[in-house]
């Protein structure tokens, strides 16, 4: 099937659509992750090089060309071995920044080199890919962040209901505080502590 009808296909289901930036110095490379992601009703945008990610990211000291509320980059995919910048120094970048650290990054690469691997995984990467993708890598990875965006606004919504329900007034017709001391007093108020949002777990690595 095309891609394009494969793109139409996904806009008729109405599918939940994540925006993958793609990084890769290949141009044959670029053009199969960049099917491999329409496939999968991804909205992809492919650059060459991690200068061309940091710009496109707001990254490199300039501005990027669009506002990055409307980039809404829920991953990147960027090769390990490229000229000028390699994928690990744009890994080191990104999750050095503050305003993108949370995006997941995936590393790919032709090269199945252990140490390579856990740098790249002790630096931050969600993931270590070894080339050439499979759809299936793809589908996973896709599947993977869904299900953690939906976890993250399920909990957001929890603790928001949990903080607005914790400081609601008292009705009327409750007794004054100071004659209820009782510890189950219907206007009794305990704390509520705050809660991290889960971390999102590693991928186990796929190497085959």
Known sequence: MA???????????????LHVLAVDDSL????????????????????????????????????????FDELKVNLIMTDYSMPGMTGFELLKKIKGSSRLREIPVVIMSSENVLARIDRCLEEGAE????????????????????????????EITRKRKTHDDSFSPPSASSPSSHKCDHPLSPISVSAVPHQRLPKRPKLMLATN
């Open 3 to 17: 891609v394009d009808e494969m793109g139409s296909n996904c806009s008729s289901s109405g599918a939940q659509e």
């Open 127 to 154: 993931e270590f890919l070894v080339k050439p993708v499979k759809l299936s890598d793809v589908e996973r990875l896709r599947d993977f962040i869904l299900r953690g965006e939906d976890k993250n606004k399920t």
């Open 28 to 67: 044959v490379d670029r053009k199969v992750i960049e099917r491999l992601l329409k496939i999968s009703c991804c909205k992809v945008t492919a650059v060459e090089s991690g200068s061309r990610a940091l710009q496109y990211l707001g990254l490199d000291g300039e501005r990027s060309s669009v506002e």
